[in-house]
């Protein structure tokens, strides 16, 4: 009780006023479920803002979508569904309300009585909920349309009668989200716009009135109050959809300004000036582009909501780089707004190429196969859209922090900002983290995120600062984790200095915690094609026990003690004073390709114990001429000296207005 009563007393005078209006809007739908009048049971007419699903089939058929979409609905129709990165198989009969996993199926009662976050009652609430995303039905409905094949069309059918029965309006566990309920809406929404018009009347029927009741639950549960970030983002988009593409729906112009009106905000709130999504997650960041996309169609907004949605899309651009593989940093949930199937780390690009056709920027259309999974069946006019070949540059995002270093096929992400927002919940430990690629190759890679509530130890250690390319001082991460979604005691990051030309970019800048500060200077001499980080920890008095963590993409091989070689060009050597260790698995050495799923991969961990301050360096050379490196330190830590297998070297210092490079021998 006393819990009871700190949680109302922590809570405002209107929230509370939400609160009880809520629960008696929902006790009421419980009670009397709302039925659809006859008349807006039709067909409705194709909405000339969305192509039309029959030439969309047809422009596609004999592409490689149309060939993937069939062949993993063939997988579908044996109820083998790939899910985040794993297969589900359930058998011939679908049991929509359990984890197959854990093998722990919940009831029908009421939704507020379900116990979904207690994995021991419940199981894993992700797992079951993105089956019931129903985004397969979608691609079903795809596979139909371009290949002809009834028993698509059936098994959408099967399918949607067997969840209708499993989960009446308002009782059991996929009515405990309110996103959830969202993604529902609008892949039935994608299933009535490309086959509703086949199905027969009673399903027809009962099809429109699910998806009605879906539409006043989502208006009676927007998360205004529950994570109001991406949930409430992707809430209002499908709110919106559904009374501007049902307009027929009682309440439907209720429906769509309502949606609109919170989309609009969230735009506004979420969105920072330099185009990064404020809660400091990549992939969260493609996930609410998507949305804001998509209901820009839909909706034709303003020139100010526009203007966000091409900073958003520069920024992923950016950050994406000549490669075209999304950088995982930050926490990912594995779902995507649209077309969750392919490879996960190229989901950006299919979200680029839509931007590139809604906003006429070839330079964001990687190739026209990445129109296929999302923009040919968003936006009209698809086909006449030209491709040019993309350049990356060097820049800083201001808001975000994020640095992105480039030249030609190379790219250096380094993370010298801040915490997200509030209680940060879906940042990493990872300030002062460096990502690397050269063309294909991740060099330098951040490991993921792995899980959220399933498993408390590796929930930590996903997205503690071992898991990441930067310096833990004292076997302590950045931050103090505060639950699966929350951190405290945040450190304090500052901006030193910042250049970039032609021939070099330079960024300096610190991250302040546990009362010592980590300072990282990184050098990206493009000419030599050469990274140099140095680390520095002040303060303190006795001795302190500091780490450098190195992630690997690539193979790893040990070419001497402070050695390695990287995948087939890259040769990173390590400041001599400190032990190496080099291993795969264990506590750190792991990546997680999508959400429950850990492989083991290379890690390197660079360790020195002593009074402070201290200095460590690191040097990586891309040019693959060599085959054997030391690095040297200079005494002011300014520079470093690398020296090379024929004992030639070359010094590069940046204590001064601009980076000096010098060549020579090495008399040592």
């Known amino acids: ?67 993937e979409c069939i062949n993993i609905a063939k997988e579908i129709l044996a109820h083998r569904f790939p899910l985040l990165g794993v297969t589900l198989s359930t058998g011939p009969e679908i049991a929509w309300r359990r984890d ?27 797992i079951i909920w993105e089956l019931n995303r129903h985004q397969h039905l979608v691609l079903l409905a795809q596979a139909h349309l371009i290949s002809g094949r009834r028993d698509f069309l059936d ?46 009347d009673a399903l027809r029927r009962r099809f429109l009135e699910a998806l009605y009741r879906h539409g006043l639950h989502l208006e009676a549960n927007l998360s205004y109050y529950f994570s109001p970030n991406t949930h409430l983002l992707g809430e209002g988009v499908a709110l919106h959809a559904l009374g501007a593409l049902f307009p027929h729906f009682p309440g439907a112009d209720r429906m769509r300004q309502t949606g609109a009106n919170v ?19 990549i992939y969260y960041h493609v996930y609410a582009l998507d949305m804001f996309l998509f209901h820009a169609i839909l909706q034709k907004p303003d020139d100010a909501f526009r203007h966000k949605l091409r900073r958003m899309t520069d920024f992923l651009s950016a950050l994406m780089g000549p490669s075209g593989v999304l950088p995982f940093l930050g926490d ?22 839509s931007c590139g056709v809604f906003f006429n920027r070839a330079e964001w259309i990687r190739n026209r196969l990445d129109l296929a999974p999302q923009a040919v069946w968003w936006i009209d006019g698809v086909e006449h859209v030209p491709v040019e070949r993309s350049t990356s540059q060097s820049i800083r995002f201001a808001d975000s922090g994020l ?96 250049e970039t030309c032609a021939e070099w970019d330079l960024l300096i800048a610190t991250c302040s915690y546990v009362g010592l500060r980590h300072q990282r200077d990184v050098v990206f001499s493009k000419a030599d094609a050469l990274i140099v980080i140095v680390d520095r920890v002040y303060g303190g008095l006795g001795e302190h026990l500091i780490e450098q963590f190195w992630h690997f993409g690539e193979a790893v091989r040990q070419l001497s003690t402070h050695c390695f070689q990287v995948g087939t060009a890259a040769v990173a050597a390590f400041e001599l004073h400190g032990a190496t260790r080099l291993s795969e698995g264990g506590e750190y050495g792991w990546i997680s390709p999508a959400p429950g799923a850990k492989t083991a991969a290379p890690v390197l961990c660079v360790e020195r114990r002593s009074g402070l301050p201290i200095s460590l360096a690191a040097l990586i050379d891309l040019s693959g001429k060599s085959k054997s490196l030391r690095v040297r330190l200079h005494a002011d830590g ?24 010098t060549e020579g021998r090495d008399q040592n």
């Open 1 to 67: 009780m006393d819990k009871l009563a700190r949680k109302i007393q922590s809570r405002s005078p209107s929230e509370i006023r939400f609160r009880v209006r809520q629960e008696l809007t929902n006790l009421s739908l419980f009670a009397f479920p709302p039925t659809l009048p006859s008349k807006t049971v039709a067909p409705s007419p194709i909405p000339s803002s969305l192509p039309d699903p029959a030439d969309v089939a047809n422009q596609l058929k004999s592409t490689p979508f149309a060939v």
């Open 100 to 126: 197959y996993g854990a093998g722990v199926e919940t009831g029908t009662a009421y939704f507020r009585r379900i116990p979904y976050l207690d994995a021991a009652q419940a199981g894993d609430h992700k």
């Open 155 to 200: 098994e959408i059918t099967r399918q949607l009668e067997s969840w209708f029965e499993q989960n009446p309006f308002q009782r059991g566990i996929n009515w405990c989200s309110a996103l959830e309920v969202a993604f529902r809406t609008l892949s039935w929404i994608w299933v009535h716009r490309i086959v509703g018009d086949r199905f027969d």
């Open 263 to 281: 989309v609009r905000r969230e735009m506004d709130r979420q969105v920072c000036e330099d185009g990064s999504h404020f809660e400091q997650s």
């Open 332 to 353: 990912d949930d594995g779902g995507r707004f649209f077309h969750p199937y392919g490879a996960r780390k190229e989901f950006g690009r299919a979200t680029l190429a």
């Open 403 to 498: 640095v992105v270093m480039a030249k030609d096929h190379v790219q250096i992400i380094v993370d010298a900002g801040p915490f997200g927002s509030g209680s940060a919940g879906h940042s990493h430990a990872d300030t002062l983290s460096l990502l690397l690629r050269q063309g294909a190759e991740q060099i330098l890679t951040d490991p993921g995120a792995y899980t959220y509530v399933s498993d408390r130890v590796w929930r930590h250690r996903f997205r503690g600062t071992a898991m990441h390319n930067t310096v833990r001082i004292d076997g302590s991460d950045q931050a103090v984790p505060s639950g699966p979604f929350a951190w405290s005691s945040k450190p304090e990051v500052e901006l030193i200095r910042w």
């Open 638 to 661: 300014h520079g470093v000296d690398g020296i090379y297998d024929d004992n030639s070297l070359l010094s590069l210092a940046w204590a001064g207005e601009e980076v000096q490079r």
